[in-house]
């Protein structure tokens, strides 16, 4: 199980190898990284400060299904942000 979040410029990318993780959208709340799918939430990992901080700035979302060094499915992700104001 390998889980990677590439953040590059407004584009953020969760590259993993796990065929049923089938993720429609990145949740970051707190320091906290969700997966949101139609059976729910799975926790994907932690972030640090900065990485939620790059995430702020993000506007496209892409998830990337890799078996080994091939790319087998890339779907395009919502990212929910966590508001400022908590609500």
Not at 12 to 21: F, K, N, Q, Y
Not at 25 to 31: E, F, K, Q, T, Y
Not at 45 to 64: H, N, S
Request: net charge negative; aromatic share 4%.
């Amino acid at each position: 199980m390998a889980r990677d979040l590439i953040v590059n410029g407004v584009i953020a990318t969760l590259v993993h190898d796990e065929p049923d993780l089938k993720v429609k959208s990145l949740v970051a709340h707190s320091d906290v990284l969700y997966g949101r799918s139609d059976d729910g939430l799975a926790v994907l990992g932690r972030i640090t400060p900065a990485l939620k901080e790059d995430l702020e700035r993000c506007e496209l979302c892409f998830v990337v299904l890799m078996q080994g060094y091939t790319v087998m499915k890339t779907t395009e992700a919502r990212l929910q942000k966590e508001r400022r104001n908590g609500i």
